[in-house]
């Protein structure tokens, strides 16, 4: 018999993310390529890992998240109110796209524009999941056991 899924697990799954009304969010089986996570490493919420504890190589489970336990609530610090010359001629400055810029760290982050009034242009960065009860359909495919550290 296969280990189980423990606090000390790096685990390797295939996951499919639905919202409540059956409407796909994002699968790990679109480009076949499943995620790796290490239990414990604060990545996960405790209730999301406390899901998959005890699960064993080959087995699949279903569950359902609040938002708090996934994604979290949106946050209103996270929605900026931007200039329009801040977008170049070549972004699209309409209600809905999805905008790379650039964070503090220099690494990508990807803002929803919510509204666009004049030469101000609404930008949430919050999650596009943030708020959201969600489904996770998991398979788990292979469980390796890490030393305690």
Known sequence: MTDCI????????????????GSAADSTRVHNKPAKLVMGDGSLTANFEACLLGLHEGQKKSFELAPEDAFGMPNPDNIHHMDRSRFGPDTPVEVGAIIAF?????????????DVQGDSVTVDFNHPLAGQTVIFDVEIVQITQRDEA
């Open 102 to 114: 650039s964070g503090p760290d220099g690494n990508q982050v990807p803002g929803i524009i919510r």
């Open 6 to 21: 423990n606090q000390h697990s790096e685990v390797v799954l295939h996951f499919d993310l639905k919202l409540p009304d």
